[in-house]
């Protein structure tokens, strides 16, 4: 409510949606800013998809409000809200030809003929989709439907554009190339984006700020850096990247504290068992259990000799000369890489 | 030792599996031959048959068929009386159609979008519970309830209305002596018999409309009613051409509704019946049933034209 970036463009505030037992949203509270690019990142079934259906209307909260651009929301239809979604199936009309499906909120809300074909082939061309207003959608590739999907919502110019996992059936090349241009179209329109998605590159790659969703509950919400690098909880560290989670004993022998602690992989230096290693580093021993080649790195996965595995990658920056499977190695890392959490 | 694929013993369905596996042409011919036979021969075949009867003609005098090629027969088609048969069950086929599609599409859509579960198992059962009965035992339900002393007539006598109802049986084209008798039974008996026909296409149809386009058009600021009109109907029409087919088909072939209910004017089925049994005017039966055949094809050309098919 006090940010410094301006209007709040949603604000959720006490919001719970229950079905019978099932608490989808429990009792959620979070703001999103106006213009920025927002995602909800969690695993499925974990609340984000029911709440951006909440935002859309298409379900109502069990309890509490829901406030975009201060009008409480409740009890109003999807159709009398400004926002708009673009589906995760895209929801094409498949009768209509791409311009028709582009120009229909503009034909619901009677913009004369002229003037809503003209909208609709400018916002088609902001999507690289000139000239192909007259296909149906049938006959695009789904990258092609997406883009579609993504105009016939823009056009209205919504105060605020819901995403509901609209990458999640491109293949990964197509998938980094519209994020990438995701953020372009956002920056250049100034909307709102709420991003729902249970893939964490995209989450990080493309928000300004994300929330993460566990059962029904908001775990953390920070910018991308701060919840790589920061993570609250547990779950967070383990859902965005790799987790390293260490526990009990296993954390007493490496850190020395029995608290759960988490390092990632990239923190985590791998060297010989007869290397010098710094005096302030904490370290820990163990044998290599296994070897993951990826090409511009390579994985490590290490069983530590005081109990517990952790995950160390190296950039192969050149042909160095690698421990192997079954070797024992030297880990060490610097003590403000680790992330300790409250039990 | 060097073996080469079969890790199982070579049993005798195996081997068999195998050579199949390796010849799926063979499996399509297989698969296809007796369709394809009986489709051709004994469906396409007998429809030439009825077609080649029809170009020939009847000697008055013997009454043989006189096996030479002629349009004599087509052209008796046009005579006054069978043109107003020819009329009487197109215009039949088409209320029956229009009622049809009335009745079933709320019916339908309730069943596509709302029924769940038990109740969507009821209603399939409901609408198909009719086919499960003798056809001519319902046609002779439909007598006695439409009859003068049945109780439809009765229901309106007791509600006072019993004027009413005989005035409009004697309005023209209606007109009957009790709603048996009259059209507007006819019309009621053929569509109570076709109805699921209209039903099952159409609630298919709706069937197949996912729910998030719905969603995406309220998203885009239209109201249920414009939803309706914009999006849920205009993805209905294939399943309600499709059942259009069906009970504009049936009622034009029908021969015994129009024989036991409704008044005494005869059908397109009616006449093919008597022309190849009493009159033993088998070329002029031929001719006729190629009535509904040619009023088939145009109808489906006009819907392929109108766009019916587009959506599908």
């Known amino acids: 409510m006090t940010s410094s970036s301006g209007a709040t463009a949603v604000s959720f505030q006490n919001v719970s949606r229950h079905y019978g037992a099932v608490k989808a949203v429990d009792d959620v509270n979070f703001d999103i800013r106006d213009g920025e690019f927002f995602a909800m990142l969690g695993p499925s079934g974990s609340g984000k998809t029911t709440c951006l259906r909440l935002i859309a209307g298409f379900e109502q909260p069990t309890a509490g409000h829901v406030v975009v651009h201060g009008v409480n929301m409740n009890g109003v239809p999807p159709y009398d809200r400004d926002v708009n979604t673009v589906f995760q199936d895209y929801a094409l009309f498949p009768h209509m030809t791409v311009l028709d499906n582009v120009a229909y909120g503009l034909m619901i809300r009677k913009v004369p003929v002229a003037q809503r074909r003209q909208q609709a082939e400018e916002m088609l061309e902001m999507v690289a989709l000139g000239g192909f207003g007259g296909r149906k959608p049938s006959q695009l590739s789904g990258g092609q439907r997406q883009r579609v999907a993504l105009a016939r919502a823009l056009v209205n110019h919504p105060k605020v554009l819901l995403l509901d996992e609209p990458l999640g059936a491109l293949d990964l090349k197509l998938r980094e190339q519209m994020q990438v241009e995701l953020k372009a179209i956002q920056r250049r329109v100034g909307i709102t984006f709420v991003y729902v998605t249970h893939d964490q590159g995209e989450a990080l790659s493309m928000s300004d700020r994300v929330a993460v969703f566990n059962q029904g509950k908001i775990e953390q919400l920070a910018s991308p850096i701060e919840l790589y690098e920061k993570p609250a909880t547990t779950f967070v560290a383990g859902f965005v990247g790799i987790s390293n989670l260490l526990e009990g004993a296993a954390a007493r022998a490496a850190t020395g504290a029995e608290q759960a602690c988490s390092i990632r992989p990239e923190k985590i230096h791998l060297e010989r068992s007869d290397a010098a290693i710094p005096a302030d580093a904490m370290t820990a021993r163990g044998r290599v259990s296994s070897i993951l080649y990826l090409g511009a790195n390579t994985r490590y996965e290490v069983a530590l000799e005081g109990g517990g595995e952790l995950t160390v990658t190296l950039q192969n920056r050149e042909a160095h000369a690698e421990p192997a499977e079954g070797e024992t190695v030297q880990l060490w890392w610097e003590a403000r890489h680790l992330m300790r959490f409250a039990q | ?312």
């Open chain 2, 1 to 312: 030792m060097t073996t080469t694929g079969a890790a199982r013993p070579r049993s005798l369905s195996n081997s068999f599996s195998t050579f199949l596996y390796q010849r799926p042409r063979l499996v399509l011919a297989l698969l296809l031959v007796p369709p394809l036979l009986w489709l051709g021969i004994i469906y396409l075949g007998s429809l030439f048959t009825l077609l080649a009867q029809s170009f020939f003609s009847i000697d008055d005098f013997t009454a043989q068929t006189i096996y030479e090629p002629t349009l004599a027969t087509y052209a008796r088609l046009f005579t006054a009386t069978n043109l107003s048969i020819i009329f009487r069950t197109l215009a039949m086929a088409s209320v029956v159609t229009v009622i049809s599609g009335i009745i079933a599409f709320p019916l339908a859509y309730y069943i596509a979008r709302f029924a769940s579960g038990r109740m969507k198992a009821l209603f399939y059962v409901a609408v198909m519970l009719p086919l499960w009965s003798n056809y001519l035992v319902r046609v002779y339900a439909w007598k006695l309830i439409l009859a003068k002393e049945g109780a439809i007539h009765w229901s309106i006598n007791s509600l006072g209305l019993g004027p009413v109802l005989d005035w409009i049986l004697t309005l023209p084209v209606v007109e009957g002596s009790s709603l048996s008798t009259s059209y507007i039974g006819t019309t009621l008996t053929f569509v109570y018999i076709w109805l699921p026909f209209m039903v099952l296409p159409i609630q298919a149809a709706l069937e197949r409309v996912p729910r998030s386009l719905l969603e995406a058009s309220s998203d885009l600021g239209a109201r249920p009613n414009e939803t309706f009109r914009k999006v849920i109907f205009p993805l209905a029409i294939p399943g309600i051409a499709a059942g259009s087919i069906f009970t504009f088909s049936l009622t034009l072939g029908d021969y015994i509704i129009p024989q036991l209910i409704g008044s005494s004017r005869p059908f397109i089925g009616q006449a093919v019946y008597q022309f190849q049994g009493t009159a033993g005017d088998i070329p002029m039966a031929a001719a006729f049933a190629m009535v509904p055949i040619v009023i088939m094809a145009i109808y489906l050309a006009i819907a392929k034209r109108l766009g019916a098919f587009d959506a599908l």
